[in-house]
């Protein structure tokens, strides 16, 4: 091969393949430095142009970060601080993490003081440079650490998680007086995280009991619709894809599994299967694979059988995520 010299002709196809595939990967853009402790949680501001990050953490400093004027977000030092607020004053420990509305007008932190406190900008002639914060309102209830705060998409509910085992729902009336509308107790263990579905008000919450749980409105209550199980230890935290169609699971157990509707799932590893059985047996494993395959069809099919909200484990990926289609075997 005049191209490769010392490769044989049947490698130069896919030598030239990995040439020509796109590169994927992250790259740093910058550092933002100014904590004085434990950075615990980090978030993006919706509707803003140029972008704004919101970080929290052990020093119970509230910091929004943007972009410089017109500069590139790629440029090492186009961020800069926008806002520091001092929340010690509300708040008498750490605050664990922030999170925003869908329209990015209030900012919910929660804190290990039990309480969730609510932020607005302030809109004032008086602010001249960069980004001013009032707290509107204070959300309490639980009885332990709150771990997690979260906006509906709706912007009707607020769901928060604790160390107490609970996961509460408040409604989200304009004078900020939120009051709760349903506390939810099924987990045996801490609960880390709480997380909506980016288009409907259902609710996903992440346990020290090794499960995550499906909650939506039941009459006048809310229920929990599933148990998902899986994961071995403690679920951290999850994450969907920006439609709503899958979303990842992070645990203690150091996996992560990618989860999508039943149906779906079935659809995928059927798929998988018919190209399985298509590969030449003498690239070895085919077997082994066919058969993982299978088993993840059924798999599927018995969840789907059981009816409730209807979503199953869809692949298994350990120990870093990697793009593949799924199921992954």
């Known amino acids: 091969c005049s191209q490769h010299g010392h490769c044989p002709s049947a490698h130069c196809g896919a030598a030239a393949g990995r040439a020509m595939a796109p590169e994927r990967g992250l790259t740093q853009v910058c550092r933002l430095t100014g904590h004085e402790e434990r950075v615990w949680c980090a978030a993006w501001r ?19 970060w943007g972009v ?23 708040h008498s420990r750490t605050l664990r993490s922030v999170g925003w509305d869908m329209s990015g007008s209030v900012l919910a932190v929660a804190s290990f003081d ?15 440079s960069g980004l ?3 707290c509107v309102g204070v959300v309490a209830g639980h009885e332990n650490e709150v771990k997690s705060a979260m906006f ?3 912007g009707d509910f607020l769901a928060t998680c604790s160390r107490d085992k609970s996961v509460h729902i408040f409604d989200t009336p304009d004078n900020f007086e939120y009051e709760c509308v349903s506390v939810l107790q099924s987990h045996s263990q801490d ?114 059988a059981l009816g409730g909200f209807p979503v199953a484990a869809a692949a298994f990926v350990s120990p870093l995520y990697r793009f593949s289609t799924l199921p992954v075997t």
């Open 152 to 154: 509906s998409p709706s």
């Open 68 to 90: 410089r004027g017109s500069a590139s977000l790629a440029s090492e030092d186009a961020w800069v601080l926008l806002s520091e607020v001092d929340a010690r004053e509300k």
């Open 191 to 304: 609960v880390k995280c709480v997380r909506w579905h980016p288009s409907q008000d259902v609710l996903f919450s992440c346990s020290y009991d090794d499960t995550v749980k499906i909650w939506a409105p039941d009459g006048d209550d809310w229920s929990c619709k599933e148990t998902l199980a899986g994961h071995e230890s403690t679920v951290w935290g999850l994450a969907f894809d920006p439609l709503g169609a899958r979303f990842a699971t992070c645990s203690d157990d150091r996996t992560l599994r990618i989860w999508a509707p039943a149906a779906s799932a079935a659809a995928v590893a059927a798929e998988k299967k018919e190209q399985m059985k298509q590969e030449p047996a003498a690239q070895g494993g085919a077997a082994s694979r066919l058969k993982a395959a299978g088993k993840a069809v059924m798999a599927a099919n018995r969840l789907q």
């Open 114 to 128: 039990a309480t969730t406190t609510l932020w607005k900008e302030e809109k004032s002639e008086q602010v001249s």
């Open 132 to 134: 001013s914060f009032e």
């Open 46 to 64: 919706p509707n803003v142009d140029p972008p704004q990050l919101t970080t929290c953490g052990t020093d119970r400093v509230i910091r929004v």
